[in-house]
């Protein structure tokens, strides 16, 4: 139950594996999880991110399903997990940990604020194929939520943090609150593809109609929160109006897993009107609308001169 | 799997010590977890100390929380304490087949193994959970935070593969000398779960201990409980010893 960590690890420190002796360079704080952190260490002048946890069980626990998605990959995929031990922390005390690939890149929000929203389409498509990957080999993500993806360059995305991967038709095993089917009276918190879908809904509301959403949060009553709730945002909202009808069927688990729901989205982009309405800056929108108050004042001024 | 989730916000005042009824609990294999529903201010030093020490004796967890967070803590703790409870099975199995009962000190392969059978045991093993809930005038503001994280918690267990059952207990009872109520026997359902609290009348006791006393009590007769379930929703059928 506690998230509040002890272990502190300090950049320039070297920490050693217990059992394989592997030698590790901290370099600094990539991140913090629901069960470790995560920090960029150095190997032989490669960069690796390494995880590091409170509990041993908990953390293993994690490392067996990367495990066994690693197993279920084709060949000619980079690998993903490296190495798995335990160090021995400042205090003294053992931490098991384990070390992956070192993704380059901002997470979702960031990245969209960076480099405009004219990413977004793009960004979704490539982590509906991420999430497609996933639902093929029998996993649902879980805890899918804007911190959970990296995006390097030109829309490359990456799923971390896989504490809540779990396989399907199990309990998810770690969510967070308002991503949540659950929460929002749409389903149960069994794993299928349809959840991950869930949470993709929500994490486009996120994006965009950041405030609102938080908004229907602090104000609905626990039995009236709905999708239709959540619809009604997207409805309003310029950026998401055209995916509108998408999200519906997102939320309603419509969609038989991910792959099909990447199509739906890809027919979508090549809509005009999905880009056009988010490609309309809004300070042109409001400097419409100060012109067309500007002239209405001077009509009226001067019918009012005329008359 | 039997557990016991305790919710309070503050000390109890009547009784039999909740540290000693609570390491009764855990000598008939229940674990006893506790949260503290803080309000705008605090429980008190008194009150988080007892709510700590009612959990490390009764072999749970304890966390303070505030109203928003009821439903997320609810359900992680309970979820944390069955792999806690399989994880010191397992460790005792481990105990004799290896002369060193911690996970920690087996090599990480051996380790992915052993998880594994803690996970999937975790998973389908059946599970029961009885919610106590503090019924002092205080708590009467947060009640709706409560009911919510019940159903929360309801929803969270029945995505598990093996049974899950929940019962709802409150304290004080809203006659004199009844320690504590059963509002809901054990069932798998959501329904009847909601508006279990409105009606009840607040009390002006803490008696924490009699009633983890009570819960105890109508684990040992598990036949007598499922018996009172006849009373159709469970409404304040009091049960009385």
């Known amino acids: 139950m506690t998230t509040s960590f002890k272990v502190d690890l300090r950049r320039g420190m070297v920490v050693t594996g217990k059992w394989k002796q592997g030698r590790y360079r901290v370099e600094r704080l990539l991140g913090e999880g629901a069960n470790g952190k995560v920090y960029l260490v150095q190997r032989d002048r490669s960069w690796y991110a390494l995880k590091v946890g409170m509990d041993a069980v908990d953390l293993q626990s994690e490392i067996n399903v990367l495990q066994s998605i690693a197993k279920q990959k084709q060949h000619g995929h980079e690998p993903f997990l490296f190495d798995v031990d335990d160090l021995y922390g400042p205090d003294g005390r053992e931490y098991p940990f384990y070390i992956m690939r070192y993704v380059l890149g901002s997470t979702l929000g960031d990245y ?20 497609a990957k996933l639902h093929q080999a029998g996993w ?96 309003l909202s310029p950026a998401l109006k055209p995916i509108a009808g998408w999200l519906r069927k997102a939320f309603a688990g419509q969609f038989t897993d991910a792959s099909d729901a990447s199509a739906a989205w890809r027919a979508l982009m090549h809509r005009r009107d999905t ?23 001077s009509v009226y001024w001067l019918l009012r001169n005329v008359l | ?13 009547v009784g039999l010590s909740p540290v000693v009824a ?31 020490e009612i959990a490390r004796a009764g072999g749970g967890l304890s966390r303070m929380v505030n109203m928003r967070q009821l439903s997320q803590t609810v359900q992680m703790m309970t979820r944390k304490t069955v792999v806690q409870t399989i994880q010191l099975a397992v460790q005792k199995e481990l105990k004799q087949v290896l002369g060193n009962g911690s996970i920690e000190a087996l090599p990480p392969e051996k380790r992915a193994d052993v998880v594994r059978v803690i996970d999937e045991l ?22 709706a935070a409560v009911e919510e994280a019940i159903r929360d918690l309801m929803l969270s267990l029945q995505a598990r593969q093996g049974k899950s059952e ?59 409980g499922r018996q009172s379930r006849d009373g159709t929703d469970g409404m304040m059928s009091d049960y009385v010893v």
């Open chain 1, 112 to 131: 969209l604020k960076q480099k405009g929203p004219e990413w977004f389409p793009l960004v979704g498509l490539n982590l509906l194929g991420k999430l």
């Open chain 1, 140 to 235: 649902v993500f879980g805890d899918l939520k804007v911190e959970n993806v990296l995006v390097a360059d030109y829309g490359h995305v990456e799923l971390v943090d896989y504490g809540g991967v779990t396989g399907v038709g199990k309990g998810i095993r770690q969510f967070t609150e308002i991503y949540d089917r659950g929460y929002w009276n749409e389903g149960s918190r069994s794993a299928d593809p349809g959840y991950d879908l869930f949470s993709f809904g929500v994490l486009c509301l996120k994006l965009h109609e950041s405030k609102r959403l938080h908004q229907l949060t602090m104000e609905l009553l626990p039995q009236n929160r709905s999708a239709g709730e959540l619809i009604q945002i997207a409805e």
């Open chain 1, 275 to 297: 880009h056009r309405s988010s490609a309309t800056p809004g300070w042109l929108k409001g400097l419409v609308a100060a012109s067309a108050v500007l002239l209405g004042t």
């Open chain 2, 1 to 13: 799997m039997k557990q016991i989730l305790l919710i309070t916000d503050g000390c109890s005042n």
């Open chain 2, 22 to 52: 609570a390491a009764h609990a855990q000598s008939d294999g229940i674990s006893v977890n506790v949260v503290g529903v803080l309000d705008h201010g605090d429980v008190g030093e008194l009150g988080a100390a007892e709510i700590d």
């Open chain 2, 122 to 143: 975790g998973e389908t093993s059946s599970l029961q959970v009885a919610l106590l809930i503090d019924a002092s005038a205080s708590m009467k503001p947060k009640l």
């Open chain 2, 166 to 224: 929940i019962s709802v207990f409150h304290f004080p009872g809203s006659r004199h000398g009844d320690d504590c109520v059963m509002d809901l026997g054990w069932t798998s359902h959501l329904n009847g779960v909601h508006g279990i609290f409105p009606r009840l009348q607040m009390g002006g006791t803490t008696p924490t201990g009699p009633a983890i006393m009570h819960v105890i009590d109508f684990y040992r007769q598990g036949d007598y």
